[in-house]
């Protein structure tokens, strides 16, 4: 009895696969057969060995198909996204070379140490300064790296407020502007540009772009001052590093409305 009634349905499943065949649905069909030679190999192979052209479309297809539907990929999401990290590394990954600087020659370290104990009020770059003329190429940065490995001050204090006590006392009339990259799914990076209020920690947003330029920096610090109208008044000073995209026009910018700019060290 149960193997005529398993013959008869399998015969209507057949009728029914058939009719849909005849009716257009071939393609209905093939996807059913190739979702089960699909199930039967993973109980076959619990490991697929796949080959990097293999995890690039994998990794590329993921990111037009809902993750709700990532079932249907033998990787597990996590492993998705991890290979698409791995090809936004890659696209962005430039020569390979030794990581670090090169190493310090010991003679600089030992001479940077020398001139730092017979003149204790010279500061890092004073002391880098001295190295220059005496022929020795050396950064300032590594005159300061130096000297703070071996303990000793690389700034030291002569008059006023340090670094600390003027921010802790400024906080309210300083902003800090910075950028940070962004990299989309088809491997284009853009730039983002932000400000940050010191005390507060608002971050303002103000402009994204695949190529910042001098000009375009320019002009989106004016659209921030628009925006900050009359808060303009109570800022004085702007925190910015040495990038080459701040040009002496953003500095006029933020100059023109009172607002002094600071570099930060090298």
């Known amino acids: 009895m149960s193997t005529s009634l398993m013959y008869l349905l399998l015969r209507q499943v057949l009728q029914m696969l058939s009719q849909l065949a005849c009716d257009g649905g071939a393609k209905d069909?093939?996807?059913l057969v190739r979702r089960h030679q699909v199930a039967v190999l993973r109980r076959q192979v619990h490991r697929p060995d796949l080959q990097p052209a293999d995890r690039v479309l994998l990794a590329v297809l993921s990111r037009l198909l809902p993750r709700p539907r990532w079932s249907a990929f033998f990787p597990t999401p996590a492993t998705l996204l991890r290979w698409h990290r791995e090809l936004v590394t890659r696209r962005w990954t430039y020569p390979?070379?030794?990581?670090?600087?090169?190493?310090?020659d010991n003679r600089v370290r030992v001479l940077v140490l020398r001139l730092a104990a017979e003149n204790p009020t010279w500061g890092h770059?004073?002391?880098?300064g001295e190295l220059v003329g005496l022929?020795?190429?050396v950064a300032a940065s590594t005159v300061w790296k130096i000297l703070h490995q071996a303990g000793i001050d690389p700034a030291p204090r002569r008059s006023g407020p340090t670094w600390r006590q003027f921010l802790t006392a400024q906080a309210r009339t300083m902003l800090a502007c910075d950028f940070f990259t962004v990299d989309t799914v088809l491997f284009k990076r853009v730039y983002v540009l932000f400000f940050v209020e010191i005390a507060t920690r608002q971050v303002h947003v103000v402009g994204v772009t695949a190529h910042p330029s001098g000009a375009w920096v320019a002009q989106q610090a004016h659209n921030l001052l628009m925006d900050l109208d009359q808060r303009v008044a109570e800022l004085r000073f702007l925190l910015r590093d040495r990038d080459t995209k701040f040009t002496a026009a953003f500095d006029a910018v933020v100059t023109a409305a009172g607002i002094d700019v600071i570099k930060t060290s090298p």
Do not use: D, L, N
């Not at 770059?125 to 880098?128: A, E, F, G, K, V």
């Open 96 to 104: 390979h070379a030794r990581p670090g600087r090169p190493p310090v």
């Open 135 to 137: 022929g020795y190429q």
């Open 29 to 31: 069909v093939e996807i």
């Open 125 to 128: 770059r004073r002391t880098q």
